[in-house]
């Protein structure tokens, strides 16, 4: 339909195909909600369930921190393979359809939200009977005989990148009525993973190769008599429908300070952002952000309304290297970042020489070229960005080494080409809108030819008047 639409524009100049092209793009670029990340191409969560034996009235898993073959009540295991894109408190919650009437006996290591209808069990009532359960993780603290392996951390999961250990979730789960072969057992459908929120959509269960597991002496492997896998995609367009946070940019050679774009996340005459915005200068601040009536999130009101602001500062040049300043700023009032990152692609970060007070990974989309770098706190000390107000924001520097075949401050190229935050794509400046250097000659020569140009349009105009 795009495609017949925009066949019937006429044009009186036929314009260049790189200009349909960039109309087209544009076109279809904002409407999308695919989950495809540049940046982690291979980015997912995978939730995997392994069936280890049968018993006469439905299936039973083994505990994969267990070493022997010790029959248990389930297990599903969620591993994050998200480079830089974590889930924080409340946590994940895991739904899913039964393809046919099965009913959960026990859990471990997680619970269902609701028990649903179990009046037709005369004896002990199950753990569940609802069609479609929802699990969530137990919390820190948990008796250890509701324990199993990376359970209980409240649903908070580590991204890959900074924490692998940290990135994998498990439970267990004793299922009924669900048959006794790989014939009769069916894949549960209608997948749903919240984090805590939207975002993330689901496929369908996948029959894969059986998962093998190697005893706790190493000299003996099984197997699991069935194995399926679920992959969610995450989609920023799915989890919110304004971005989350912007990019400011500065430098020392020019006092032009570009802040975010205006409206970047919102604007305060919106509607549907009233009374979800505070002015600092509010008298008695803390009361006014301390009461429990106003709804989350409670963002500072700003020009750009964002709860975070990067901004990005070109700080000193040196004969050899090159210093920047990056400071991340909060504007909510209710809300602290445990474990935040920060993702930035400059094409120098292959000659990174020093990063003060944050952690650091070299993330390579693609294959060889090293300009993407994953930045987060270091732990106990900075990896908690408190709300907004005199602590509410980190900051570090980071050296580079100048490449003389590449490096320049003209046009622009001292700055990040784009910026994430926990994952979320940042609003970036306009490249026009960007500090360049006093004597870039360029930029008036561009400004001279189009006063020249006008000047001739206004003549011809008046002549032909």
Known sequence: MLSCSVAKIRFFIKPPPCILLFFLLSFTSFSSTEAYDVLDPNGNITIRWDIISWTPDGYVKLDLAKTQLSLLQAVVTLNNFQQYRHISAPGWSLGWTWAKKEVIWSMMGGQTTEQGDCSKFKTTPPHCCKKDPTVVDLLPGTPYNQQIANCCKGGVLSSWAQDPANAIASFQISVGRAGTSNKTVRVPKNFTLKAPGPGYTCGPGKIVQPTQFLTGDKRRRTQAL????????????????????????????????????????????????????????????????????????????????????????????????????????????????????????????????????????????????????????????????????????????????????????????????????????????????????????????????????????????????
């Open 226 to 465: 069935m194995t399926w896998n679920v992959t969610c995609m995450y989609s920023q367009f799915l989890a919110q429908k304004t971005p989350t946070c912007c990019v400011s940019l500065s430098s020392f050679y020019n006092d032009t300070i570009v802040p975010c774009p205006t409206c970047s996340c919102g604007c305060q005459g919106n509607s549907s952002q009233s009374g979800n915005c505070v002015d600092p200068d509010t008298p008695h601040l803390a009361s006014v952000v301390a009461n429990p009536a106003k709804s989350s999130p409670f963002v500072q009101c700003t020009r750009h309304m964002c709860p975070i602001r990067v901004h990005w500062h070109v700080k000193l040049n040196y004969k050899e290297y090159w210093r920047v300043k990056v400071t991340i700023t909060n504007f909510n009032y209710k809300m602290n970042y445990t474990d935040w990152n920060l993702v930035i692609q400059h094409p120098n970060f292959d000659n990174l020489t020093q990063l003060f007070s944050f952690n650091y990974k070299s993330l390579t989309p693609y294959g060889t070229i090293n300009d993407t770098a994953l930045l987060w706190g270091i732990k106990f000390y900075n990896d908690l960005l408190m709300e907004a107000g005199p602590e509410g924001n980190v900051q570090s520097e980071l050296l580079f080494r100048k490449d003389k075949s590449t490096f320049t401050f003209d046009k622009g190229w001292a700055f990040p080409r784009r910026i994430y935050f926990n994952g979320d794509n940042c609003v970036m400046p306009p490249p026009d809108a960007y500090p360049w250097l006093p004597n870039a000659s360029s930029r008036r020569e561009v400004s001279l030819l189009a006063l020249v140009l006008a000047s001739f349009v206004a003549l011809a105009l008046c002549a032909y008047a």
